[in-house]
């Protein structure tokens, strides 16, 4: 089935007083998709988000639902749903109560409500028994999954997420994750999400997208964006890489002083050209001899740090750069502080970044 444009932005923008905090942003989002928008702090998320669900106006653009203009059409009036952080439910109500709000609002029949707010419980996978349970006698995970719930009582053509698991503890935050992703599977439904958390991106999204200072940097899948990064900032946001200024004439000592390469390997690179080179730090093993690998760089051990399942290391190149490895726990270099290494690797592993304008 041909995939199907469900909202459309055309060149938003939204300035406060003289400071742009978004600049001509363009997004086509796909019916069912689960698109994630990540960034640091002060990167515009929320300010987007609020314009996506009309908490806000945008400056200057335009917001389409399946091609009817919405910008000017207030929140309570768009046919979306918000799930926020801080959940909005009512407290000294019960589970069923705050499910069924939207319904009764829209007139339906008490025997209708309490149908749906138990289909409801079911696909969040709370015990029919919570339906007469008050909100202050759930935990916090419970509280989260019927906020869930209500918002789907809405039953929205987009549910948008505003940093919806940002207060609860790590292990319930992992598990909601995945609840998440599942729950998108099972409704069908499309969601928005916003977070600065990475990780949680990664996990549930169909795709990200990146933002920097009121733009998109990048808009991909979660492996594109992380092994094709578009930009140094996305690289580098995406996790540990290691970077290198190349341009198309070096086709020898590539770069930084340190940087050894075979020669005539094809970077992509036209003569005049510069860009960055870039490999994560899985991809970077010891290598016996400078070519027998694409790239290659002496290092020193400076530290080890253990992160679980992984090693973590750093190298003092010979030019003062760093650069970080990682091993799984079986693979680890048998090494102290000091040791120098011969590092490499290869061009299939390793991706050019190309200098803009
Ligand atoms: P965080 O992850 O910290 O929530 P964010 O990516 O959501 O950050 P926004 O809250 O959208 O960022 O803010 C983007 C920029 O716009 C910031 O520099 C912020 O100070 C500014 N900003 C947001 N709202 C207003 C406002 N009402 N008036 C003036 N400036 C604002």
């Given at each position: 089935?041909?995939?199907?444009?469900?909202?459309?932005?055309?060149?938003?923008?939204?300035?406060?007083?003289?400071?742009?905090?978004?600049?001509?942003?363009?997004?086509?989002?796909?019916?069912?998709?689960?698109?994630?928008?990540?960034?640091?702090?002060?990167?515009?998320?929320?300010?987007?988000?609020?314009?996506?669900?009309?908490?806000?106006?945008?400056?200057?653009?335009?917001?389409?639902?399946?091609?009817?203009?919405?910008?000017?059409?207030?929140?309570?009036?768009?046919?979306?749903?918000?799930?926020?952080?801080?959940?909005?439910?009512?407290?000294?109500?019960?589970?069923?109560?705050?499910?069924e709000f939207p319904l009764?609002?829209?007139?339906?029949?008490?025997?209708?409500?309490?149908?749906?707010?138990?289909?409801?419980?079911?696909?969040?996978?709370?015990?029919?028994?919570?339906?007469?349970?008050?909100?202050?006698?759930?935990?916090?995970?419970?509280?989260?999954?019927?906020?869930?719930?209500?918002?789907?009582?809405?039953?929205?053509?987009?549910?948008?997420?505003?940093?919806?698991?940002?207060?609860?503890?790590?292990?319930?935050?992992?598990?909601?994750?995945?609840?998440?992703?599942?729950?998108?599977?099972?409704?069908?439904?499309?969601?928005?999400?916003?977070?600065?958390?990475?990780?949680?991106?990664?996990?549930?999204?169909?795709?990200?997208?990146?933002?920097?200072?009121?733009?998109?940097?990048?808009?991909?899948?979660?492996?594109?964006?992380?092994?094709?990064?578009?930009?140094?900032?996305?690289?580098?946001?995406?996790?540990?890489v290691n970077l290198f200024?190349?341009?198309?004439?070096?086709?020898?000592?590539?770069?930084?002083?340190?940087?050894?390469?075979?020669?005539?390997?094809?970077?992509?690179?036209?003569g005049d050209e510069v860009?960055?080179?870039?490999?994560?730090?899985?991809?970077?093993?010891?290598?016996?001899?400078?070519?027998?690998?694409?790239?290659?760089?002496?290092?020193?051990?400076?530290?080890?740090?253990?992160?679980?399942?992984?090693?973590?290391?750093?190298?003092?190149?010979?030019?003062?750069?760093?650069?970080?490895?990682?091993?799984?726990?079986?693979?680890?270099?048998?090494?102290?502080?000091?040791?120098?290494?011969?590092?490499?690797?290869?061009?299939?592993?390793?991706?050019?970044?190309?200098?803009?304008?």
């Amino acid at each position: 089935m041909a995939a199907t444009t469900i909202l459309k932005l055309d060149g938003l923008s939204k300035n406060f007083g003289a400071f742009q905090a978004l600049r001509n942003i363009c997004l086509e989002i796909i019916e069912g998709e689960f698109l994630t928008i990540v960034g640091p702090s002060g990167s515009g998320k929320t300010t987007l988000i609020r314009l996506l669900v009309g908490m806000d106006q945008p400056t200057e653009g335009e917001i389409r639902l399946r091609g009817t203009r919405i910008e000017s059409t207030p929140a309570n009036k768009r046919p979306t749903c918000m799930v926020f952080q801080s959940l909005a439910l009512f407290p000294h109500r019960t589970v069923g109560q705050n499910i069924e709000f939207p319904l009764k609002i829209r007139g339906e029949p008490p025997a209708r409500r309490k149908e749906r707010a138990c289909e409801l419980l079911e696909l969040l996978r709370l015990p029919l028994e919570y339906y007469g349970k008050r909100i202050a006698q759930c935990s916090g995970g419970e509280q989260q999954r019927v906020a869930l719930a209500r918002a789907l009582a809405f039953d929205p053509e987009i549910l948008f997420f505003d940093e919806p698991l940002s207060a609860l503890d790590y292990r319930l935050r992992k598990a909601l994750e995945k609840e998440l992703k599942d729950l998108h599977e099972r409704t069908g439904k499309t969601f928005v999400y916003i977070t600065h958390s990475l990780e949680e991106a990664m996990v549930m999204s169909d795709r990200i997208a990146i933002m920097n200072a009121g733009r998109f940097e990048q808009i991909a899948t979660a492996d594109q964006i992380y092994a094709r990064p578009v930009s140094k900032f996305v690289a580098e946001f995406m996790g540990e890489v290691n970077l290198f200024d190349i341009s198309g004439t070096d086709r020898r000592g590539i770069g930084s002083g340190s940087l050894g390469s075979k020669d005539n390997l094809d970077l992509g690179l036209a003569g005049d050209e510069v860009g960055t080179l870039m490999v994560r730090p899985e991809f970077v093993r010891r290598v016996e001899g400078k070519g027998s690998s694409d790239f290659w760089v002496r290092g020193q051990l400076r530290a080890e740090y253990l992160l679980g399942s992984r090693l973590h290391y750093e190298f003092d190149c010979d030019d003062g750069t760093t650069l970080t490895v990682e091993k799984l726990r079986e693979d680890r270099f048998r090494c102290a502080p000091g040791d120098e290494f011969l590092l490499g690797w290869d061009l299939a592993n390793s991706h050019v970044i190309r200098s803009r304008g």
